[in-house]
Structures are given as structure tokens and as C-alpha cells.
């Protein structure tokens, strides 16, 4: 496997480097010539020639697999390559490989098969053969990409039709513009249907090659056929109807003589031997050569959407396969057990591949790479044992009922019926095994030496209601005849004492772990007594394995307590009673595995540190004052600094330090008396970080959603935001209860509504879980459709459902004659699950309004919208759903049928490896983003993209957004085409990565859209923004702020009356959301004045510019330049009513049809508009940096005129004296050329120029790239002076958009990262100016 990763690096990278110029100008070209990569020949094995591109540090065997994937090559396997006549080592380097170099000739050799090696090819034609349909995803429950069928206006493309797809878009689509389907006009009720979320029939079927590929009823070869090398033998059906036996021997494939009835193993008379089976069935069918050349010449899809993902992400809704299956032939040539027949040691194979060097850049590719592909296919292989496992194809090796165990290629799989009860039952079992698996990731994810600390490969498959605990094998321990390491547990709460070498290396280990995940070294009381030094959680198990490595166990207690929740009567954290709130901690919880989150106990240290610095300050204050505390070097500072570690409890005396003991708040450990000031202190801190989490996280949760800074859409996002702050769920019900009793609550009703919906489909998903365990594999979709009926639909009946499955029970033969409790689910009502979801609920999340009687409630009191809620439960428990109408209202009938319900899939819980150097790269890129400098930032995002797809080929979450990154800031810089080429991939991967309707995806589509609106494809990118509405109404609904942006964009990219309908309610819904003096309203306003003005409703535009005017004035004064552009644009339309009225009254119609220039939005002022209202670029403003430019200006202005007026008096003096008339000339006319330039500025501060207002309004809406934010000032410079300030530039350039010269000279935000410089960089560009 280790092998396999090395050489998939080498050809998945080719393949990233063949496509990588859609990011433009990639790092990849720059960098060949010092990777040492050069083109060379191939030919030979009936192969046309062709030139490669390869690098001197490649493996001949890496080159071999490499050309195995082109399109020139496959499917041909079995190859060698030869330079000069002479084989080469498929171990040695190229560059090492005598007479090797740039443009030589390389030749392909045929060589052998072996059995093993025959069988790869056949799996390798078959392969190829089954080409990739357009619902194969689907079928299989992975998310498709669906950006492909919005370029399709009419019937499905041809095979030549789809080459250079997005090169060509702009070509494909209709003239006009498709007009807004009406589902997603603003007010309506109506649900987008579901069949427009993805497609039913997007392309035309691949053609047909053969009829049939099977192993042959003579198998296997008689074993005198095997001493004359038969391998094995073919049966082929081809599309003329004639019946072929082929042989499969070592020197390729041959017809034989065999029949249906007769055994004749002897070549077919005139028959060749071909390496390759494509060729012989070219040579016995001209059909299949006719097809199979056109699948040779196909276009070549670009990587992202070829290339397999990471991991596979779930799509809820699929079609039926009941008409689409199709055979791949893998089965009936015998493939699945020929090529699987020794199972991995996963353990083996990635801590192989952590130990891979990491001396270079190159070297620490080649290890992210293999740590991923090994990680995804051990990820791949749980799912894939999960299933078998459940299903009952698999016996337990241990042969226990109670425990069962099992060992499914390389996976050991557990599967505990009995749970330990101090841990809180089955639920307390399964936090222990998801507290396990964030355990494995902390400490995989520690760097440098600490990587010497291994865990085991760890996931977590939820299947047909059964977790199971998946792992690789363990490593034997070093055995006994070590005596000095007895059992190999080298550490542990019952290793007892011992004194060795290697202990005393782990012990350094777990030192140097303890000190980078801020945990306390303590001591505890041994099982006999004795005190027992501990740097972990009394669980956790370190021992040294046979293979020399030192390996951590049982890591599910790794992080502190969380004191809210502690057993009743337990030490903890009491909150200050409100009046009027019942709301208390610490309270009981159904389980005792409560830990605070690693991201919490981050930003708590972090919170902790700021407070110490203050106290130092103080400290220092009262002392005399910090500047003479410092200077006279006395002991004040140092009582000061030892003063402030006291107060914050810092663990140390004289320097701040802060760490957590796991083991405070464990139930049964003690610590030795001389412990107890430590274990106060460490009770102490833990009170304060859950008062932390109450008093500081949550309300700025709250903050940033009011913001905009985070914009939950689902479940899946709020789960996210809520961690990134360290809120763990459990805190949902206090989030509800923390939002009703603040004046924000209308404001976040959206967040009350997602939250709402998290506990009920929690609260659901664990009833299911034991729900559908019962259920006998013949019911299970009738009990998978039961429950989701009961769920959705109020006192929802189940009798007519149940009489009606045990007739299909009956019709198929199967369940009718059963056990009398073979149907016991049908029994389930929606009364009793609603009873049971409220109890669930209120015991998790102590919620004190309650769910109400049933899911209506829910509905009428905050809007959850039921199919948002499917969903969401479909999402969670792996049920795939087929892609029709559901009307979930209808109580007479079933809404949900059994034969809805296409499969259960398990949804897997795994450890995500980082990608170091690509992830470094992107972080130094939105930090030079922060300082303002476009250009280096663009730069390195193209370097960070080069590396993720080194590493990932582009396919992972953190890539995706790197290259939305990308594509804003060339946006930034004027690259519009690069934007729009980078965006389509960013789409493609973000519906294959994170899933078709992910909020990412959503936003991502309304990001292309503005980057194809900006190249002129309008059809194109209002197609974009109504799959981007549609999604959004789906996921969410309508009432969300981010359709305030979505409407926004719609408004600017559509005309007329439509384009007013979807503006006026984006400032609905930002006055609801945002608050109606808030700047993202004040902008919504302006863009509403500017559509009422083209319409000729001029009095309409003038209130509501007024509101922003108003705004303006509050927010910043009257002299602000904001509010003075407000002022000139209202004026203007103010002179425009009047001579309109004053027009009609004279009987001059006219006047009233045209409108002055600077009420015409142009282009250029619409692309400004659309990339504030989409946070691509988002102004806010200093007032100390803004005055202190105009200052600037003004002197400027002053030293210019001084100098025109000295320069003009000298001239005169000069034509006094009778001096040429040349100069005089040219002082003529550079005054001439002043006064122009005067005249134009003191026109351009005359004519106020709508374009004028997008550059002052601060737009807190963005598209926000899930997992990415920052916060800081940007663009304030440039739009105050160039619009508002008369200049000599400002006649130049009144575009908001930064040009390519001006990128890195200014600021901007992308992706929400605001750009700020510096006041001495700034001075000196405005005097360069």
C-alpha cells in the first residue's frame, strides 16, 4: 500500500499539473524548470507517439503509472520501459538512468501476464468500458456535480458537442435572458420543486461495446491447459450477436475454438495474439471498434470532476437504478475476489507513511499525499465493512453475542451490546467513541518530534442504526523476553512503576504533547495507592509496539471537563440567577463524557492572556506607572507580573502559563493530599471556562450572526460555527433560551429556527437508531418510510401503512408467515414519537418552551420548513430518498411510500489529515489580503492552490476555498476571465467536496454568477443566482439573510419591473435582519433609489434615498464624504423630478423619457454593486486615516497651484524679454492643460455621479467561504478620495474595482478580510501621486 501511495502521487500529480492552467498563470509553470521537469518521447507497444512531461526525481515505476493513465495508453497494462534497447529498473530515478535527458526517446515493452496481472487488465478494460454515467453518483449516494447541466440550453450534448465545455459556455447559451422561474419570485409560498435540485437526464447514454463479458463455463483450465500457460477463459457476446471464447494466457489474449457444448481450447484458425483484450475485440467486432475509438477520442473531463474524492460525500436525494443499472462485468469476470484476496494492515500503512522524510518541500508533498490516499482508503474500506458487517455477512471472530467483534479486510470492527452504565448507558458509550476519535485527531495533528507519538487509524460508521467502532490493527506489543518491558504498557493508571529507557522516551513524548495541548502534568492515586505521575486522562494507555513505535490508547478523555454539566450535587460552576429565568448550571446530563471542545480551551487560554496583560498593566499603574516600573528594573515589575499570575491562576508563579487537568470532575480518581491547591486552582479555572463559554461565546456567537460574519444555513453550518467558537451542542437548548430573552431576537429568529431543527433531528436520530435495529431486512424501507412519515406528519395513522406491508411481505414470499414481532415498527404513531422527542429533548437540552404537540407547532411558531427537516434526517441517518414531489401536509396518505426509500447508506466519522505547506501558504496569502497587498496575496494563493493539488488534487474542503479566494482577489485585480475559469472548478469541487446543495455550494454559485455577469454571459449567471435561490429555499426558506443577498444580485443583474421586486425585498430583509439604520440597508436603499429612478419614479427614489441619507448622517455626521455623495445624488434626483414635473406641466413630454447620466447606472457602477452587496469587496472607513489624506490632498493641491502660478509668472518675464516662442508654447499649453484638468475635477465634484455612493458604503454582507473569516479595516482610502475628494485622478478612474497597477498600492476585502495599510505606506503613495 505504501508502494501504491508513492506511485498514485505520482500519477494523480501529473494529472494535477495537466490541469492546472484553468487558475491561470499556475506556480507550476514558473517552478518546472527548478523541479527539474522536461518533456520526452514515447512510442512503441501500438501506441502513436506522444510527448510527456516529467520530472528527474520521478521512479520509472511512478513514469510507468503515469502513462498508464493517458488516454494514448490505456487500458494497456503490463508495461516496461526501455531506453536505448535497455529495460529499465522500475526502482531508479529517471535522472539517475544513464544517457537519460530532456527530449529522449522513450519505448513502451509488453511485458508478460501473470494470473494476478491478467486479471488487473481485465479489471482495468472493464473499467474503461463502463464509462461514467451522469447518475452514476447518484445511484451510488454521492453528490453530483450538477454546475455542467445550467450550460445545456436544449437537447443533450454530443460527444463533440461537450469538448471545451467551459471554454465555451458563453457560445452555448441562448440570446436572451431565461426569465425567474415563479417559485423563487420574493412572496411566494410555493416550494421549489425537488426535480429542479438535480438532474434526471443530462446526458445521452454511452454507447453500448459489448453485450455481455464473462468468465466462461469452461473454467478453470484443465490443468494440461495450465502447463501450456492457460490462464483462464473469456466468454464475449458482441453487439453483431456472435459468441466468442478467448484465452488468457502469459503472452496476452487469442480466440480459441470452444463453443457452448464443445471444449476445444485450441487457437482459432488466422487469430493474433494481442497483448491487449481491447484489440482482439477490435479485431473480432467492428462495432466495438467503431465505439470504442469514439471512447478514445473523447474529450477529457477536467480532474475535478474525473478524479474520485477524498472520502464520499452523501446526496439524500437519488434516482431509481431500476432502469439504470448497469452491469460493469466485475462480478462476472470474478474481479471482486481475484483482486481483494489480501486484506491491508492499515495500522502498517499510514504509520508508514508518517515516517516518510520531510526534509523538503517535495519530500513533504509526496507524505500529505500518501497520509491522505491512505487515510481515504482506509475511510473507503470501513464503509464498505460497515455495511457486510450490519447486513450479516460477517461472523464474529470471537464468537461472543454480547461484544462481537470483527476483522474485515484489515478493519476490526466493534460493536458493543453492553454498555457501561457509569458512563451513562449507550449514549455515554457513543460519546466515548466520538470523544475517541477527536482524541486521535488532537494528537495527530501534533508537529515536529511529537509525531513520534502514533495512534491507531480511527473511524466511526453509523449504519441501520448501529455504531460501529472501526480501527486498524493494533501492532503486537514487544514481546516478553524484554524484561524490562513487561506487556509493553509502558504508561498508564495500572502500569504500575517502572523505570526504563523507553518509558523515560514516552514520558518525554507525552511531556511535550501535554505542553502543546495546554494539559497539566498531575498526580493521582494508583489502584494500590501509590502516587502516579500523569500527563493524560487516567484512560489513556501508552505503549511500545512490536514494530519499535510508541503508541497512545484510549485518548477519549483527552480534554477538561466541561463544569456546567456535572452530576447533581456536583462542584460546579453555579450562574447568577436572572429574574425571571430558571436557567441554571451545573445541571445533569445523560451522560458523564462532557468535555470542553479543543477550540474552547483555545480561545479560553487566549481570553486568560488578555486579561493577564490588562492586570500586569494595573498592577504596574499602582506601582508608580509602566514606564518607570520598566525603567528602574526594581522588583515592581516582577511582583507585578507575579501578582498578575496569581489573579488569572496562572500554573506558574512567575511567567503566564495556563493548562488543564483532564481528571478534575472524572468520577473515581483522587489525588494526594498534597495535590489539593492544585486541584483548586484547576477546579477553579474550569468554573471560569465554563462561565466563559455562557457569558463570552455565546453572546458573540450571537454577535457575529447579527453581523453577517456567520451565515448558518443548515445544521451541518451551524454545527460549524457553534465549534469554531467552541459550543458544543449540548448548549442548543441555552442558546434558544439565551436568544428569546435578548432584544436580538427578531434579528436571529433564523438561528432559533436552525436550532430548533438540530434538536429534533438529534432527538430523532437517536430513537431511530434503536428503532430500526428491530427491523428485519425485508422491511426496511417500509420502517425507514414509517418513521419519516410519523416524524412529518401530525397523528399521522399507521394502519393503512402497515396492512399494506405485510401485503407486499406476503407478494414477495417473505415476512408474511413471520414472527408475530417481525412488524412491531409499524406500530410506531407520530403522537408517540413526538412524545418521545419532546422527553429527549428536554432532558438533553432542558428547553423550556418545548416543541409543542407535534411538527406543526414548529412550522407556524418560527418557520421550520418540513423538507428542510427531511432532509436534515435523511442527512444524518444515510437514508437516500428518490427524487420526487413530496407533499408532507396530506395526513389522508402516506407522503413518504417504501419504494421512496432507495437505500441506507452509513455515514462515516472520520480524522481529516492537514495539508501543511498548502495550508501555510493560504494562511500567509489572507494575512498579506489583511496589509493590503493584492498582489503578493495573489501570488501565493496560486502557490497554495499549486500545492493542494499536489497534494489533494483540489478535491478537499480547505482547497475550495483557497481557490474562491483565488478567483476574488484576480477578480480585485480586473482578471475577470481568470475569476470565472477559477469559480467553475470551485463549484464542481464544492458540489462533489461538500455536497450539491451546501450552503458553500449556494454561495459559491452566486460568486460565479457575478464573475460571468462581469464577462458579459448575463443568461449564464442569472441561471447561476436562480439555482443558488432555489437551493437556499430548500435548504432554509425564504427568511434568511442571505437571500437579501441573493435578491440583491438578482435585482442588479435583471431589468425592470422584476429587478425592483427582488431589490425591495432584499431591504426587507436586511431592515429585519441587519436593522433598519444598519449600512448594509443604507446600500440596499441606494440601490433601490437608482432602479425607481430608471423606472421614472422619482419621488419613490427620493425617499428612499433620504432613509440612506439619513442613515449616513447618523452614522457619521454631515461633513462625512458618505453622506455628502448622499446629499449630491439626492439633489440630483430632486433637479430631475423638478424639470420632469416642470416638462409635463409645459406639455413637453419629452424631457421626461431621458434621463442625465448620473442617474443611469452603467456597467461598471452595476459590477461595483454587485461585488459590495457580495462582500467581494467591502469598504468601511477611518475618519483619522480620511482626514488625514485630505489633508495630503488639499497640500498637494496647494504646492500645485504655487507651482503653475510661479511657473506662469516666469513665462511672462521670459516673453518680455524677447525669449524663443517655443516655451512660451509649451507653458501655454501646460496651463492649458491645468485649467482642463481643474475644470474637470471641479465638474466631477459638481456631478455627483451615482457610481460615487458603492465606494463609502460599508457592506457587511459577504459570501463567507465556510471555515475562513477575518476581521479588520479596508478600503477606506481609496473610495474617499477617488470619488468624493476632486483630484487630478479622480477624472481618471471613478471605478471602485481595483486595476491591476493599483492592486497591491490599495486595500480591499475578500471573502470578509478586510485589507489594511499603513499610514506611513499610505502617506508615501499619496505623495507619490
Not at 507517439?49 to 487500458?75: C, H, K, M, S
Not at 483482486?339 to 491491508?344: H, K, M, W
Request: aromatic residues 6%; contains cysteine; hydrophobic residues 35%.
Amino acid at each position: 500500500m505504501r508502494d501504491t501511495a508513492k506511485r498514485g502521487n505520482a500519477e494523480k500529480k501529473t494529472m494535477a499539473d495537466v490541469s492546472c492552467p484553468a487558475n491561470g498563470k499556475r506556480a507550476s509553470e514558473s517552478r518546472k524548470e527548478d523541479d527539474g521537469s522536461f518533456p520526452v518521447k514515447i512510442q512503441g507497444a501500438g501506441v502513436d507517439a506522444f510527448e510527456l512531461q516529467v520530472n528527474g526525481f520521478w521512479l520509472v515505476q511512478d513514469t510507468i503509472l503515469t502513462l498508464l493513465g493517458r488516454e494514448e495508453v490505456a487500458p494497456r497494462t503490463s508495461l516496461s520501459l526501455a531506453l536505448s534497447g535497455v529495460t529499465l529498473d522500475p526502482m531508479a530515478e529517471l535522472q539517475d538512468v544513464k544517457g537519460f535527458k530532456a527530449g529522449v526517446t522513450l519505448r513502451l515493452v509488453e511485458e508478460s501476464y501473470s494470473p494476478r496481472s491478467a486479471q488487473a487488465h481485465l479489471a482495468r478494460v472493464q473499467e474503461m468500458l463502463r464509462a461514467a454515467g451522469p447518475q452514476d453518483a447518484l445511484i451510488e449516494g454521492r453528490s453530483p456535480s450538477v454546475l455542467n447541466t445550467l450550460t445545456q440550453t436544449s437537447a443533450p450534448p454530443t460527444l463533440h458537442s461537450f469538448k471545451n465545455r467551459r471554454a465555451n459556455i458563453k457560445a452555448e447559451q441562448t440570446s436572451e435572458a431565461p426569465p425567474p422561474p415563479a417559485y423563487i419570485l420574493p412572496g411566494v409560498s410555493e416550494l421549489p420543486p425537488l426535480t429542479t435540485l438535480l438532474p434526471t437526464n443530462t446526458h445521452s447514454e454511452a454507447p453500448s461495446y459489448i453485450l455481455d463479458l464473462s468468465l466462461s463455463c469452461w473454467n478453470p483450465p484443465p490443468g494440461f491447459r495450465k502447463l501450456q500457460g492457460d490462464f483462464l477463459y473469456i466468454r464475449v457476446h458482441t453487439l453483431e450477436g456472435k459468441q466468442c471464447e478467448i484465452t488468457s494466457c502469459p503472452r496476452g489474449f487469442y480466440l480459441n475454438r470452444s463453443t457452448l457444448d464443445v471444449f476445444d481450447p485450441r487457437p482459432a484458425p488466422s487469430t493474433p495474439v494481442c497483448h491487449c483484450l481491447t484489440d482482439l475485440l477490435s479485431n473480432i467486432s467492428p462495432q466495438f471498434k467503431h465505439n470504442f475509438s469514439l471512447l478514445r477520442h473523447r474529450p477529457s473531463l477536467p480532474a475535478e470532476e474525473v478524479l474520485s474524492t477524498p472520502h464520499r460525500t452523501l446526496s439524500w436525494l437519488g434516482i431509481s437504478s431500476l432502469h439504470s443499472h448497469k452491469s460493469s462485468f466485475r462480478g462476472r469476470l470474478g474481479l471482486e475476489q481475484g483482486l481483494s484476496t489480501q486484506a491491508p494492515d492499515w495500522n502498517k500503512e499510514l504509520q508508514a507513511a508518517r515516517d516518510l522524510p520531510q526534509r523538503s518541500l517535495e519530500e513533504r508533498l509526496q507524505r500529505d499525499r500518501a497520509l491522505l490516499q491512505v487515510n481515504s482508503a482506509f475511510v473507503w474500506a470501513v464503509a464498505q465493512a460497515a455495511e457486510k458487517v450490519v447486513d450479516g455477512f460477517v461472523e464474529p471472530i470471537n464468537g461472543s453475542c454480547d461484544d462481537p467483534a470483527f476483522l474485515l479486510g484489515g478493519v476490526f470492527l466493534s460493536m458493543p451490546t453492553h454498555s457501561e452504565e457509569w458512563l451513562g448507558g449507550e449514549r455515554g458509550h457513543r460519546a466515548a467513541q466520538r470523544l475517541e476519535l477527536r482524541g486521535v485527531q488532537v494528537y495527530s495533528d501534533l508537529e515536529g518530534d511529537l509525531q513520534n507519538l502514533h495512534t491507531i487509524p480511527t473511524a466511526l460508521a453509523d449504519y441501520r442504526g448501529v455504531r460501529l467502532s472501526a480501527q486498524g490493527l493494533a501492532p503486537g506489543l514487544q514481546g516478553p523476553e524484554q524484561a524490562e518491558v513487561p506487556n509493553g504498557l509502558l504508561y498508564g493508571f495500572s502500569a504500575g512503576p517502572l523505570e526504563n529507557p523507553a518509558r523515560r522516551k514516552l514520558l518525554e513524548l507525552l511531556a511535550q504533547s501535554a505542553k502543546a495541548l495546554a494539559l497539566q502534568r498531575h498526580v493521582v492515586l494508583g489502584p494500590t495507592g501509590h502516587q502516579l505521575p500523569l500527563f493524560t486522562s487516567v484512560d489513556a494507555q501508552g505503549i511500545l509496539g512490536a514494530d519499535g513505535r510508541y503508541y497512545l490508547l484510549d485518548v477519549y478523555r483527552t480534554m477538561p471537563a466541561d463544569a456546567n454539566f456535572l452530576e447533581e450535587g456536583g462542584d460546579g460552576v453555579e450562574t447568577e440567577h436572572e429574574e425571571g429565568k430558571e436557567e441554571h448550571f451545573p445541571r445533569r446530563y445523560p451522560h458523564v463524557l462532557c468535555r470542553l471542545r479543543p477550540e474552547l480551551v483555545k480561545a479560553f487560554v487566549q481570553h486568560k492572556h488578555a486579561q493577564f496583560t490588562k492586570r500586569v498593566k494595573e498592577l504596574m499603574e499602582e506601582s508608580g506607572g509602566v514606564d518607570e516600573c520598566i525603567k528602574a528594573g526594581d522588583s515592581r515589575s516582577t511582583d507585578a507580573v507575579r501578582g498578575a499570575c496569581k489573579d488569572v491562576g496562572s500554573i506558574s508563579h512567575i511567567i503566564f502559563e495556563m493548562r488543564f487537568n483532564p481528571n478534575i470532575f472524572s468520577p473515581g480518581v483522587q489525588f494526594p493530599s498534597s495535590e489539593s491547591d492544585a486541584v483548586a486552582l484547576q477546579k477553579r479555572l474550569l468554573k471560569e471556562a465554563a462561565s466563559f463559554i455562557i457569558n463570552d461565546q455565546i453572546p458573540a456567537f450571537m454577535n457575529d450572526c447579527v453581523q453577517g460574519s456567520d451565515v448558518p444555513m443548515d445544521g451541518a453550518t451551524l454545527r460549524q460555527a457553534l465549534h469554531q467558537k467552541g459550543i458544543n451542542l449540548r448548549y442548543l437548548g441555552h442558546l434558544i433560551l439565551t436568544i428569546s430573552q435578548s432584544n436580538l431576537k427578531h434579528q436571529l429568529r433564523h438561528i432559533t429556527r436552525l436550532a430548533f431543527a438540530e434538536i429534533v433531528v438529534r432527538c430523532a436520530q437517536r430513537f431511530f437508531n434503536g428503532y430500526i435495529q428491530g427491523v428485519e431486512t425485508s422491511n426496511l424501507s417500509a420502517a425507514a418510510s414509517h418513521f419519516l412519515c410519523c416524524l412529518l406528519v401530525p397523528n399521522f395513522s399507521s394502519a393503512a401503512n402497515g396492512e399494506e406491508s405485510k401485503k407486499r411481505s406476503r407478494r414477495r414470499g417473505r415476512g408474511g408467515g413471520g414472527a408475530s414481532d417481525s412488524t412491531a415498527w409499524s406500530a410506531l404513531s407520530g403522537n408517540e414519537l413526538w412524545s418521545v422527542i419532546c422527553q429527549d429533548a428536554q432532558e438533553t437540552y432542558r428547553l423550556k418552551e418545548g416543541l409543542g404537540s407535534n411538527m406543526d407547532y414548529l412550522v407556524e411558531q418560527y418557520g421550520l420548513q418540513k423538507i428542510s427537516l427531511l432532509r436534515e434526517i435523511c442527512l444524518k441517518t444515510g437514508i437516500q430518498l428518490r427524487l420526487r414531489e413530496y407533499v408532507l401536509d396530506n395526513r389522508n396518505k402516506a407522503p413518504i411510500s417504501p419504494d421512496d426509500v432507495l437505500n441506507i447508506l452509513p455515514v462515516i466519522k472520520h480524522i481529516t489529515m492537514t495539508t501543511t505547506d498548502a495550508t501555510r501558504m493560504f494562511q500567509a496569502a489572507q494575512h498579506s489580503l489583511q496589509k493590503g497587498l493584492l498582489e503578493q496575496a495573489y501570488e501565493q494563493l496560486k502557490e497554495a492552490s499549486y500545492l493542494f493539488g499536489r497534494v489533494c488534487d483540489d478535491l478537499h474542503p480547505e482547497a475550495c476555498h483557497c481557490l474562491s479566494l483565488l478567483a476574488k482577489v484576480a477578480y480585485l485585480q480586473g482578471h475577470a476571465a481568470e475569476a470565472r475559469s477559477v469559480q467553475l472548478r470551485v463549484v464542481v469541487i464544492s458540489e462533489r467536496v461538500l455536497g450539491f446543495d451546501h450552503p458553500n455550494t449556494i454561495q459559491q454559485y452566486v460568486l460565479l454568477a457575478v464573475y460571468l455577469f462581469a464577462g458579459g454571459e448575463t443568461a449564464l449567471a442569472q441561471r447561476c443566482l436562480y439555482r443558488a435561490k432555489v437551493l437556499l429555499l430548500t435548504v432554509h426558506g425564504a427568511d434568511h439573510p442571505y437571500t437579501a443577498v441573493i435578491d440583491a444580485s438578482l435585482g442588479l443583474v435583471l431589468q425592470g419591473e422584476q429587478s425592483l421586486r427582488y431589490i425591495q425585498n432584499a431591504l426587507k430583509l436586511n431592515g429585519s435582519f441587519r436593522g433598519e439604520t444598519d449600512l448594509t440597508t443604507a446600500l440596499t436603499h441606494h440601490l433601490l433609489a437608482q432602479r425607481l429612478c430608471v423606472t421614472g419614479d422619482y419621488r419613490g427614489g427620493m425617499n428612499h434615498e433620504k432613509e440612506a441619507h439619513s442613515i449616513f448622517q447618523d452614522k457619521w455626521g454631515e461633513n462625512h464624504p458618505q453622506t455628502k455623495c448622499s446629499s449630491d445624488f439626492l439633489r440630483n434626483i430632486t433637479q430631475q423630478a423638478v424639470r420632469v414635473e416642470r416638462s409635463i406641466r409645459q406639455g413637453g413630454v419629452e424631457l421626461s423619457d431621458t434621463l442625465p447620466e448620473s442617474l443611469v447606472p452603467s456597467l461598471d457602477t452595476t459590477l461595483e454593486q454587485l461585488a459590495l452587496v457580495n462582500g467581494i469587496l467591502k469598504t468601511s472607513y477611518s475618519t483619522r486615516i480620511m482626514e488625514f489624506k485630505e489633508k495630503l490632498k488639499e497640500r498637494k493641491a496647494a504646492e500645485e497651484a504655487e507651482k503653475t502660478k510661479s511657473e506662469s509668472s516666469e513665462s511672462i518675464n521670459e516673453n518680455e524679454a524677447s525669449e524663443p516662442q517655443a516655451s512660451n508654447g509649451e507653458v501655454t499649453g501646460d496651463a492649458t492643460s491645468n485649467g482642463e484638468q481643474t475644470k474637470e475635477a471641479a465638474d466631477a465634484s459638481e456631478k455627483s455621479d451615482h457610481s460615487n455612493m458603492n465606494g463609502e458604503i460599508e457592506s457587511h454582507m459577504h459570501n463567507r467561504d465556510c471555515g475562513t473569516q477575518n476581521k479588520s479595516d479596508d478600503e477606506e482610502h481609496r473610495s474617499d478620495i477617488s470619488k468624493c475628494v476632486p483630484t487630478e485622478s479622480q477624472s481618471k478612474s471613478s471605478c471602485i474595482m481595483l486595476s491591476s497597477n493599483e492592486a497591491q498600492s490599495e486595500s480591499a476585502v475578500v471573502n470578509g478580510k478586510e485589507c489594511v495599510v499603513s499610514e506611513g505606506d499610505l502617506e508615501k503613495r499619496v505623495e507619490t501621486e
